[in-house]
């Protein structure tokens, strides 16, 4: 397995304690992959202090979204208006999500999985994951 992004919906998955999600993270860290997940996502997670939401905390790295991830997400945004995609505000943070992944860990487990696959084609070498609806 190479590097593992997590986007929102994998966080609120993992918070959950939803097994599937559990056990993609479970084989992340057993294999040594690099847990990444951008500081914007931890401000649509968090919402106040659980030993939860400290448990899932302690498996992954937070990413700062510096100026090369801003301008990565930018050019992939500028992209996809250019094929006259509709985009809104709140894809831009889906934006620095997949730009973290292409730099950081390219195996990206979303909750937005058609919304990251309009990044598809700026993007070719991340590997989309959907999250399976809860069971």
């Given amino acids: ?8 919906g994998a966080l609120v998955a993992l918070e959950r304690n939803r097994r599937d999600m559990g056990k993609v993270v479970g ?3 057993r294999t ?3 847990i990444t997940v951008p500081a ?14 400290d448990h899932v905390r302690k498996v992954f790295a937070v990413q700062d979204v510096n100026e090369q991830i801003a301008r990565l997400a ?3 945004l500028a992209w996809l208006k250019r094929r006259r995609i ?4 709140r894809i831009t943070i889906d ?5 973290t992944a292409a730099l950081h860990g390219s195996n990206l487990y979303t909750g937005d999985f058609e919304d990251m696959q309009r990044f598809q ?4 070498s991340v590997k989309l994951f959907s999250l399976k609806p809860a069971e």
């Fill in 1 to 8: 397995m190479g590097g593992l992004t997590l986007d929102t």
């Fill in 27 to 29: 084989a992340a860290l």
């Fill in 32 to 34: 040594g992959a690099h």
């Fill in 40 to 53: 914007n996502v931890i401000a649509e997670w968090w919402r106040g202090r659980t030993d939860r939401r």
């Fill in 74 to 76: 930018g050019k992939a």
């Fill in 86 to 89: 509709d985009i809104d505000d």
């Fill in 95 to 99: 934006a620095t999500v997949i730009a």
């Fill in 121 to 124: 084609g700026f993007f070719p």
